[in-house]
């Protein structure tokens, strides 16, 4: 039930924070989006899930809105990862997170700390779907190159299982 909720939440977020621009600048917003993949770890903190594995695959994406901010100056980042031990049969975690992003520094050279909440879908069996948060910190090397470290923590699973850990990954801007 709490899964649930969080799910809920999570939804109601992302409405209520993408409605007022769709309507307003919809063609804006997408023409200056960026799309960024990341490929790196994740490594769980929580007993359940450091049992089954110590450093998962961590796959991820970014739509990073330029032209929409939640927060003034703080770009709109929507992020899908996923955190796999034996490349997607079991006991996979999706997390699925609308997240704040603020840079320092010139482009090629920036830092950014970002920070998010999302629905996190799990099938550690049975499967389930909690509300999660996340948050960490970033590097670009290049215009188009870059490395970060997250945060993650979720709601326990009907099952007693949180995925909660660090992801550390290196990425590319298209």
């Known amino acids: 039930m709490k899964g649930l909720l969080g799910f809920g939440l999570s939804c109601l977020f992302a409405l209520s924070a993408f409605t007022p ?18 490929v790196g770890a994740f490594i769980p903190l929580e007993d359940e899930i450091n049992d089954i594995q110590e450093v998962w695959l961590n796959v991820g994406g970014d739509l990073e809105f330029l032209a929409f901010h939640i927060i003034p100056k703080w ?8 955190f796999s031990h034996n ?19 010139e482009l090629g050279m920036r830092r950014y700390i970002q920070f998010g909440i999302g629905p996190v879908f799990t099938d550690f069996k049975p499967s389930d ?7 960490g910190v970033g590097m670009e ?8 470290a997250m945060f993650y923590w979720t709601d326990e699973t ?8 660090v992801t550390v990954c290196a990425g590319m801007r298209f």
């Open 141 to 148: 090397f290049t215009d188009n190159l870059f490395a970060e």
């Open 129 to 135: 779907t909690v509300f999660g948060v996340r948050a």
């Open 75 to 82: 770009n709109t980042v929507v992020s899908l990862d996923w």
């Open 87 to 105: 490349f997607g049969e079991d006991n996979n975690a999706i997390p699925l997170m609308i997240n704040q992003r603020i840079y320092s520094g």
């Open 158 to 165: 009907d099952e007693g299982i949180s995925v909660t850990g």
């Open 21 to 38: 621009v769709f309507a307003q600048r919809r063609e804006e917003m997408w023409n200056e989006a960026q799309t960024m993949l990341r």
